[in-house]
């Protein structure tokens, strides 16, 4: 099975903001990730996420902060969708801003789904209308008005939003199943997979399972079970000195040269080279 092209987006030189319309004719070239924070806020109709073995269904005032470097996958099997998505720095939130964000630096640590009601919207909708006009400016003033105007849409996020973990909205029975295959090979990622075998976990054939799991979540389950496995690889790289052939092993790929081969792949680095610079 031919693997999904997976970018590697990097780092903005600031606050950066579009708002654009999608409709299911629109298909992402591959799973991607940034180096920097990505905020996506949902105007009008649906959109879907992947993001590990997590599967995320975003409605209308619906915001979702993706961490740097987290493989996501964006997907409208709803109908269009109008979304803006905001990318920063860590560096362009100020120490304030963040003591005033729910759970302060974890905020910023893990994937956060938050939904603004109803009679806030047109307050939030104002804040990334400004950001998105300053984004198509280039003066001396635009970079900082940016900074301002994210500052103030994540202040009036936290005084007003819904913070809830976990998946937003309830997922359809068969997506259910889907998120329970990401969970099993999450569970399993260490050790020889096939997909018979999560087919089995899941109750379902082989063959369905493979189609449904690429319809549902835009990726296959071959190259799912690689990206979690890279994505494990990559947290050990930061935290141990055992060495790289050892933790490919050990998560799951019993050939060095394709692990490397993957993980610059999907990293844009070596894991030589992502230990360094981690």
């Not at 298909?27 to 073995?53: A, P």
């Not at 920063?88 to 789904?113: A, I, Y």
């Not at 994540?154 to 005084?159: D, E, F, S, V, W």
């Not at 997979?193 to 296959?220: C, D, H, K, M, W």
């Amino acid at each position: 099975m031919s693997e999904a092209p997976v970018r590697t987006v990097h780092g903005t030189d600031g606050v950066h903001a579009e708002t654009r319309l999608r409709d299911p004719g629109f298909v992402m070239s591959g799973h991607h990730c940034h180096s920097c924070y990505e905020l996506i806020y949902v105007h009008s109709g649906e959109c879907r996420f992947l993001i590990n073995d997590r599967i995320s269904d975003l409605r209308e005032g619906d915001f979702m902060l993706i961490p740097p470097m987290v493989l996501h996958y964006t997907r409208y099997v709803f109908g269009p969708c109008v979304r803006t998505v905001m990318l920063f720095r860590r560096e362009d939130v100020s120490e304030e801003v963040l003591r005033r964000m729910p759970r302060s630096e974890r905020f910023f640590s893990e994937t956060s789904v938050f939904q603004a009601p109803s009679q806030a919207r047109d307050q939030i909708t104002q804040y990334i209308a400004r950001l998105t006009a300053e984004d198509g400016t280039a003066d001396l003033f635009s970079a900082p008005l940016r900074k301002c105007f994210l500052q103030a849409l994540l202040l009036t996020c936290a005084r007003l939003c819904v913070f809830r973990p976990g998946t937003v909205g309830d997922i359809q029975t068969t997506d259910q199943q889907i998120m329970n295959a990401a969970r099993f090979i999450s569970e399993n990622y260490m050790r020889p997979l096939s997909t018979q075998e999560v087919a089995q976990a899941v109750g379902f054939s082989p063959n369905y399972l493979s189609r449904r799991f690429r319809q549902s979540a835009g990726i296959g389950l071959h190259e799912y079970i690689v990206f979690v496995r890279l994505h494990h690889a990559a947290q050990e790289l930061i935290a141990t000195f055992d060495s790289i052939t050892d933790i490919a092993l050990r998560c799951g790929f019993s050939d060095s040269n394709y692990f490397k081969d993957s993980f610059k792949k999907k990293y844009g680095v070596t894991p030589r080279e992502y230990r360094k610079m981690s």
